[in-house]
């Protein structure tokens, strides 16, 4: 059985930081293509960041320069830093995974597993 488990969330001040985890349990973890998304009730579900299996990394526009994905195979824990913290931010955040070939990283429909979320609450 696979299993992801989001944990890190919390009420910030704008531009606060947080650190997200994400642990994985049942599968190769370091074989899969990894991702963070995010989401607000009645919008769809936004590509924050991704990671391969060699480390290559893809970025939202919206979050560049400001997060950063990283993974430690050894602990099969996927992480997010997340710096200068707006309001915009602000959302429930998902890990997620993929075995195959993945062409659109940022693209939730590319995954096929996802943890159960973790909320982020920004304030101005």
């Known amino acids: 059985q696979v299993q992801l488990v989001e944990s890190g969330g919390d009420s910030v001040q704008s531009g606060g930081s947080l650190k997200l985890s994400c642990t994985a349990s049942g599968y190769t973890y370091s074989s899969y293509q990894m991702g963070w998304f995010r989401q607000v009730p009645g919008k769809e579900r936004e590509g924050v960041a991704s990671i391969d299996s060699k480390g290559r990394t893809t970025y939202a526009d919206s979050v560049k320069g400001r997060f950063t994905i990283s993974q430690d195979n050894a602990r099969n824990t996927l992480y997010l830093q997340m710096n200068s913290l707006k309001p915009e931010d602000t959302a429930t955040y998902y890990c997620?995974?993929?075995?195959?070939?993945?062409?659109?990283?940022?693209?939730?429909?590319?995954?096929?597993?996802w943890g159960q979320g973790t909320q982020v609450t920004v304030s101005s």
């Open positions: 997620a995974a993929e075995g195959a070939i993945v062409v659109a990283p940022l693209n939730a429909g590319e995954y096929y597993y």
